[in-house]
């Protein structure tokens, strides 16, 4: 790859950060070849903020109240959410999260961040996960964030049953998919219709 020009650089650097904007400096570093300083310096320039910060501006302006949840009961920080639509939530693997010989995120914690969006996105008082086929892709290692992004496919009204497909990432890398069935009832039927 021929140099970029700081033109085409910040152009490439505004696009990585459309097409994904949890990419990291760090992953920028290697997507456009340059030190961690110029992405840095380019940021400014462009009045693009860090990852934190663009994170926070996200959750600010388009997100839907969890009704299905208490927003503590979320694993993950949830950045985008649309009621029976879609999800996004955001989850850095620590030390707590891992096997400490070999820094491997434990299964169950890649599972509940997935599971507890596919709950949360359920526009309903009261959803329950029915079942869950999951795959895990590729062991995810301490200090990457994974990404879930959850998409709600279906609404069997009939059978108060919702299809919510899911998968999380680490950059672009895929590292878990799943498919919920989510149960779903409103607080009036769950007590006897009272």
Known sequence: MAKLTKRERHQLLIQYIKDNPFVT???LTRALKVSIQTIR????ELGIPELRERMKEMAERSYDSVRSLQLDEVIGEIVD???DHSG??????REEHVFTRTG????????AQANSLAVAVIDCPIALTASADIRFIRPVQLGEKCIAKAYVRSNDEERNKSRVELNTYV?????FQGNFVIYRSDATS????E
Do not use: K, N, P
């Not at 996004?88 to 693997?93: G, R, T």
């Not at 491997?104 to 599972?111: M, V």
């Not at 769950?190 to 219709?193: F, L, N, T, V």
């Open 25 to 27: 400096d760090r992953e």
């Open 41 to 44: 310096l380019d940021r400014m």
């Open 81 to 83: 959410l649309q009621l």
């Open 88 to 93: 996004i939530s955001l989850f850095e693997i």
């Open 104 to 111: 491997i995120a434990r299964g169950h914690h890649l599972f």
């Open 171 to 175: 950059g672009d890398e895929l590292v």
């Open 190 to 193: 769950a007590q006897g219709g």
